[in-house]
């Protein structure tokens, strides 16, 4: 059975969606395209290069988030040495770590640029000098750059630097007389789960099915100690509740939605006990989805019957 996939973002708490990806895959789907806006285009990517939720599994169970954010240099001095990587980098961290590790992931899969791979990955990331969503490769046109070979990791990267907290990526332009850089952040500044960016008018061959994160604190009011605290939920402010405002009904009943267990997206010390608590609480998730669903019925409801794709 085909489907296309949007994966969420969700920073640690990801290891939820690989286990509702798991019991997809262990139902017979298998992936046609696939899309994803930070953590969420790590596993995108990760699969469309020919990796298994299980080989996933393995590898976020066994990572150690931490080495993410080493602290090198002036970043040792409490308070001081973030604020100053803030106003000369825009960032505390600067995300080559995290760079460096996709691209090793994805290598060992023989994959290191979009034309290597044999399924389209779509990743979502920010243009917050232009204020534009871009759909990355496609829109590497804009900057110049040939999109087929582009480095993977880098365009991962880009939709994974959570602003303020990692250093944004930038991309160079010149466009007539006007020469400078383009600041890419997080997608999810502007889509954290863009489950409509394969739909179209034409009556759907197969499924698309969405898989998100949801908090049983979603809702409730963020605590403000200071600058650090308020910048943290202005973005996730940001991040859920555009989505939020814009998904509809026809959204929600093709999304497997994955309770985080109270998980904070930067929880970089996060347990294996907890990880695998995570990890079942998606399997869960995605049975409890799996056993309504009706793609026929789904495709009656919401979908138009007007045309053939």
């Known amino acids: 059975m085909y489907a296309d996939i949007v994966i969420e973002g969700g920073g640690v708490k990801a290891i939820g969606l690989i286990g509702a990806i ?15 806006t930070s953590a969420g285009a790590i596993i995108a990517s990760f699969l469309a290069a020919g990796y298994t939720s299980e080989e996933l599994k393995k590898i976020m169970m066994e990572m150690d988030y931490k080495k993410f954010i080493r602290k090198k240099g002036i970043l040792h001095v409490p308070f001081i040495g973030p ?13 080559d770590a995290l760079e460096e590790w996709i691209r090793e992931k994805l ?15 779509y990743i979502i990331a920010s243009d917050i000098t232009n204020g534009t969503l871009l759909k990355l490769p496609d829109d590497l ?22 602003p303020f907290f990692f250093q944004p990526v930038r991309l160079k332009t010149n466009d007539g007389n006007k020469k400078g850089y383009h600041y890419i952040v997080d997608g999810g ?10 739909d179209s008018e034409f009556y759907p061959k197969w499924p698309t099915f969405g898989f998100r994160l949801v908090s049983e604190k979603t ?22 509740a555009h989505d939020m405002l814009h998904l509809k009904e026809q959204d929600f009943v093709r999304t497997i939605m994955v309770n985080t267990l109270g998980t904070k997206t930067t929880e970089f010390d996060i347990s294996k006990e907890q990880r695998e608590k995570l990890y079942i609480s998606g ?27």
């Open 283 to 309: 399997v869960n998730s995605a049975k409890k989805f799996f056993n309504q669903w009706n793609f026929v019925k789904y495709v009656s409801i919401y979908r138009s019957k007007k045309s053939q794709a």
């Open 83 to 95: 604020m100053t990587n803030l106003l000369r980098y825009s960032g505390i961290y600067s995300g």
């Open 22 to 36: 798991y019991e997809a895959e262990k139902r017979g789907y298998e992936w046609k395209r696939l899309a994803g």
């Open 107 to 121: 290598l060992a899969k023989g994959v290191r640029v979009f034309k290597d791979l044999e399924k389209p990955v």
């Open 189 to 198: 500044i502007l889509s954290n789960f863009p489950v409509w960016i394969f």
């Open 219 to 240: 809702g409730k009011p963020h605590m403000i100690k200071g600058p650090f605290s308020l910048g943290y939920a202005l973005i996730t402010t940001m991040m859920d």
């Open 141 to 162: 046109i804009q900057f110049g750059i040939e999109p087929s070979t582009f480095e993977i990791a880098k365009a991962v990267r880009m939709s994974t630097s959570l």
